[in-house]
Nanobody, 125 residues
Framework: QVQLVESGGGLVQAGGSLRLSCAAS????????TGWFRQAPGKEREVVAA????????YYADFVKGRFTISRDDSKNTVYLQMNSLKAEDAAVYYC??????????????????WGQGTQVTVSS
């Protein structure tokens, strides 16, 4: 069992940065692939980035490549999403998710077993 808690969301101007954190409970978190997803009003939940259990493999959606960076610190049971050069279209609720049944390139939200409650990111233009 893994419990995930996101933090770090907020209001930022376009072009600004935020760092989201996903803190996990559970001693085996280091064996889970962890992904960040987002969902804007009226839109489907979509994958933003994911990182393998070892941290050696990452996946980024095309719309965040070069702007967002995912990383993990297993000593702190935490996965981060550094978001730079934020755009108005990045505004959404961001969720972290974890699973041992996927690889970092898995894009379907349905494949992930555990989810956090989400954190709101608002980007003003």
């Amino acid at each position: 069992q893994v419990q995930l808690v996101e933090s770090g969301g907020g209001l930022v101007q376009a072009g600004g940065s935020l760092r989201l954190s996903c803190a996990a409970s559970g001693r085996t978190f280091s064996s889970y692939v962890t992904g960040w997803f987002r969902q804007a009003p009226g839109k489907e939940r979509e994958v933003v980035a994911a990182i393998s259990w070892s941290g050696s493999a990452t996946y980024y959606a095309d719309f965040v490549k070069g702007r967002f960076t995912i990383s993990r610190d297993d000593s702190k049971n935490t996965v981060y999403l550094q978001m730079n050069s934020l755009k108005a279209e990045d505004a959404a609720v961001y969720y972290c998710a974890a699973s041992r049944a996927v690889v970092a390139g898995t894009r379907s939200p349905c494949a992930y077993e555990y989810w956090g409650q989400g954190t709101q990111v608002t980007v003003s233009s």
